[in-house]
């Protein structure tokens, strides 16, 4: 007599057919339509019906498991995203740090501009771009002391003029005692006055610009 299991999966029945996977009723469709279809005067063996019946219940088990991990995971996840929602709303009304050089400006007065030297600079220079890549602010005179510096730059160009809304981007170069250029780490330093939770998650809103967590790097207590 053919072993009943071997055949499962062979595409002969319908309830297989256009499935690489069988899911616990299709294993159950299976069982019947052997039951349906035996041959009268060579019935199927009972042991190796049992054997079908102890795979179907571990099927059924396997498969619950796995959609009470699925739901364990879900449920985790929305009470993970719940607790840092309520984290970061304490969070307004506190200065933040927000790494890199990028400036959006859209009607600011000013923007704290700060960097991190690595040990003490013979001299410091910071330079603002525009959108473009076009030179349109020089700063001289920056603080040159090992460790984070920072300063408040009013927005407005070389000749004093105010700059219109839109991205910006600046650098800081400096150099050693020695006159080797140094390598700095940049920053913003603003207010966190709202956030706004979106599809794409969580948005801040620093200064009036929107900012992703992930740039945040260090939350202080206004000076």
Do not use: C, H
Not at 67 to 84: F, R, W
Not at 95 to 110: A, F, L
Not at 117 to 123: F, I, Q
């Amino acid at each position: 007599m053919v072993d009943p299991i071997t055949n499962i999966g062979t595409g002969s029945t319908p309830a297989a057919q256009g499935k690489s996977t069988l899911g616990k009723d299709d294993f159950m469709k299976l069982m019947i339509s052997q039951l349906k279809n035996q041959d009268p005067l060579n019935p199927m063996d009972g042991t190796a019906f049992s054997a079908q019946l102890a795979q179907f219940s571990s099927l059924e088990q396997l498969t619950n498991l796995n959609d009470y991990m699925k739901q364990s995971i879900d449920a985790n996840a929305v009470l993970t995203q719940s607790i840092n929602n309520t984290l970061i709303t304490g969070m307004i009304g506190k200065e933040v740090k927000i790494s890199g050089g990028d400036i959006s400006v859209s009607g600011q007065e000013s923007f704290t501009l700060g960097y991190n030297l690595p040990s003490e600079a013979k001299s410091a220079q910071l330079k603002i771009y525009n959108e473009s890549g076009a030179l349109v602010k020089i700063i001289d005179g920056i603080p040159t002391g090992a460790g984070s510096n920072k300063l408040s730059w009013d927005l407005s160009d070389n000749i004093g003029n105010k700059l219109p809304n839109g991205k910006y981007k600046f650098e800081v170069e400096a150099v050693n005692m020695s006159g080797d250029k140094m390598t700095l780490d940049l920053f913003k330093v603003g207010m966190l006055n709202g956030v706004r939770f979106t599809e794409n998650g969580t948005v801040l809103i620093v200064n009036g610009s929107e900012y992703s967590i992930s740039e945040i790097s260090e939350v202080m207590n206004p000076q």
